[in-house]
């Protein structure tokens, strides 16, 4: 593989991370092939690993620190926290108290006294970020990380999470993985361009759609499936599967699969240094490993443009971080007293 730096971090990184969300009991509970999975990934020439704390509860950790044995010297490791851990109110969030322990439990479960990059998972809006990058920065100071980066964060937060560290003389975020494939390209409008400013390296997440650009979820077959509890709400996004009729010819004129063509347009984008590969198989990753030749030619790249226009959103990512400001009614209107005086 030929490889890219991460950011300005100087870390040299493969174009393909392997994502580790499906291994244990949220995917593939099975450790021994998990572990193979892991192993191919590796000896095919990946060398970023990603993994969270709240993947199958620590188990993703888990298996990653058996994997590593032997090999973590050569291995870019990267976890993220954020997610509730349990019912304590303080194990969740991005506050000292919680990324101090946090950290410790990913070390002990990934069995490693350093983390090559630690990532908050979302946004904290009850907690000042000078507190989360303050917190993070002993940890760098202290050898326990070399590199800190966040996931799914709007540019603004971005923006301001640089101003703050340099303000304060704070280690500053060196990543961001964001959300990105043909059918969710919003990033390109800010996030990217932001991350490219700061010399942020972009991992990116779901560059198959959750799913929707591997080509098996096909318009007319949703209504059925869905009534039968067999697959996501988003399966079934008009807008979305709207775009992926118009991908599948695309992809066999160019002799390609979807997965290939999906993974190969996450990765031409020069502001992307990594696409996350989340396999729960051995065939899925074979499958994808398979495609780390493609390269996309204008003619192909100009009617993805055609079809999923750029910095649009098909449909909205079910998974992605939705602010405050959005979520919270009461943060979109004026209390009734307030509206009946106007």
Request: with cysteine; net charge negative.
């Amino acid at each position: 593989m030929k490889y890219r730096t991460l950011g300005r971090t100087g870390i040299r990184v493969s174009p393909y991370c392997l994502g580790t969300m499906m291994f244990g009991a949220m995917g593939n509970p099975d450790h021994d092939d998990s572990i193979r999975i892991i192993h191919r990934a590796l000896d095919a020439g990946i060398n970023l690993v990603d993994t969270a704390d709240v993947y199958s509860h620590g188990e993703s950790e888990e298996i990653v620190g058996k994997a590593l044995k032997g090999r973590r010297d050569d291995v870019v490791l990267a976890s993220k926290m954020h997610y509730p851990m349990g019912d304590d109110p303080n194990h969740r969030g991005n506050s000292r108290r919680w990324i101090m322990a946090a950290v410790e439990n990913s070390l002990r479960r990934l069995q490693t006294d350093h983390l090559d990059l630690y990532q908050v998972h979302r946004p904290d809006p009850t907690v000042d970020v000078e507190e989360t990058l303050s917190a993070l920065s002993d940890l760098i100071h202290g050898g326990k990380v070399r590199s800190i980066g966040t996931s799914t964060f709007p540019a603004s937060e971005i923006v301001e999470a640089q101003w703050v560290a340099e303000r304060r003389g704070l280690e500053r975020f060196r990543t961001e993985q964001p959300p990105y494939s043909i059918i969710n390209r919003s990033i390109e409008r800010e996030v990217l361009p932001i991350c490219r400013r700061y010399g942020m390296g972009t991992l990116v997440w779901s560059p198959l759609g959750q799913g929707l650009l591997t080509g098996r979820h096909r318009k007319g077959q949703q209504s059925d499936t869905h009534r039968s509890g067999g697959r996501p709400q988003h399966f079934n996004d008009e807008r979305k599967l709207d775009v992926v009729e118009q991908l599948i010819p695309l992809a066999e004129k160019a002799g390609l699969s979807m997965t290939h063509l999906a993974i190969a347009f996450a990765i031409a984008h020069p502001g992307v240094t990594s696409a996350i590969l989340g396999p729960r198989t051995m065939e899925q990753l074979d499958d994808l490993l398979a495609g780390a030749d493609v390269t996309l030619d204008d003619e192909v790249l100009d009617r993805i443009d055609e079809i999923a226009p750029p910095g649009t959103d098909a449909g909205p990512n079910d998974v992605a971080y939705t602010p405050p400001a959005i979520s919270s009614v009461s943060l979109r209107r004026r209390p009734v007293a307030e509206r009946s005086a106007a």
